[in-house]
């Protein structure tokens, strides 16, 4: 850790932050410069290849136009952050199928590797209600 020009002596960190330290949005910075490393090109969006990694504050998304491209990227990811310490939370975790036809999802879990993450069909993200159908009406209403 840099402090005032000079270097601190080295020290091991055997758990992880609290909820709202000032230093997770560094600390996260830092893992998404390794991440990004993750075989995915984020140069592009979705709408030009098959799969998509968003990170906003502390939070990862793996986006995919297939189940396939999102096992694929999924397990790059862990492979890539394993080094840094990082891990899957299996239960704040989730999985959801989206249709442009404003189908609704049918909420079925996924297996990836050796998680079995549950499937959704709505949740709250970062404050807004994502639906599988794509409708926002709930979410405008608010």
């Known amino acids: 850790m840099s402090s005032e020009r000079s270097l601190?002596?080295?020290f091991e960190v055997t758990q992880g932050l609290k909820?709202?330290?000032?230093?997770?949005?560094?600390?996260?910075?830092?893992?998404?410069?390794v991440i990004r490393n993750a075989g995915i090109d984020t140069s592009?969006?979705?709408t030009n290849?098959?799969?998509q990694i968003v990170g906003y504050a502390d939070n990862l998304n793996i986006l995919g136009r297939s189940v396939l491209s999102i096992k694929e990227a999924s397990g790059n990811l862990e492979t890539t952050v394993k080094d840094l310490g990082l891990t899957v939370n299996e239960h704040k975790t989730k999985f959801m199928s989206q249709s442009r036809k404003h189908r609704v999802g049918n909420?079925?879990?996924i297996t990836i590797g050796k998680y079995?993450?549950?499937g959704v069909i709505n949740?709250?993200?970062l404050g807004s209600n994502?639906?599988?159908?794509?409708?926002?009406t709930k979410e405008i209403r608010k």
């Open 44 to 46: 592009t969006t979705l």
């Open 49 to 51: 290849k098959s799969k």
């Open 19 to 33: 909820q709202g330290d000032g230093l997770a949005p560094m600390l996260f910075n830092l893992a998404l410069h």
């Open 123 to 125: 949740f709250t993200y």
């Open 116 to 118: 079995n993450f549950e």
């Open 130 to 136: 994502v639906s599988s159908d794509n409708d926002e």
């Open 107 to 109: 909420g079925q879990n």
């Open 8 to 10: 601190t002596s080295n």
